[in-house]
């Protein structure tokens, strides 16, 4: 079993930055890929970032490349997004998602690929 814990969301005013954290518990964190999701109200869950067990790799969606960055720290089982130049599209519920398989991530973007999951946290982001 994998308990994933997010924290760092919050209110913030366009342009501004957020960093979020997931800190992970029950397995050993370093051999998996590890990935962030949103959900805005009314939509569905959407992919945002993940990375590769050694932190190496990163893939991200278009719409947060550029602004977003994924990185993690196997020695604290933490995983991060710094979220800069945030805008307000980027209102949602943020979620951390720990990869099903160990070792290579493949198909990063589907839910599917990931068997546990954070509680989920807001991240507001007012004009």
């Known amino acids: 079993q994998v308990q994933l814990v997010e924290s760092g969301g919050g209110l913030v005013q366009a342009g501004g930055s957020l960093r979020l954290s997931c800190a992970a518990s029950g397995r050993t964190f370093s051999d998996y890929p590890m990935g962030w999701f949103r959900q805005a109200p009314g939509k569905e869950r959407e992919f945002v970032a993940a990375?590769?067990?050694?932190?190496?790799?990163?893939i991200y969606a278009d719409s947060v490349k550029g602004r977003f960055t994924i990185s993690r720290d196997n020695a604290k089982n933490t995983v991060y997004l710094q979220m800069n130049s945030l805008k307000p599209e980027d209102t949602a519920v943020y979620y951390c998602?720990?990869?099903?398989?160990?070792?290579?991530?493949?198909?990063?973007?589907?839910?599917?690929?990931?068997?546990?999951w954070g509680q989920g946290i807001q991240v507001t982001v007012s004009l």
């Open positions: 990375i590769n067990w050694a932190g190496r790799y990163t």
């Open positions: 998602a720990h990869y099903r398989r160990r070792g290579m991530l493949v198909a990063a973007a589907d839910t599917n690929n990931y068997n546990y």
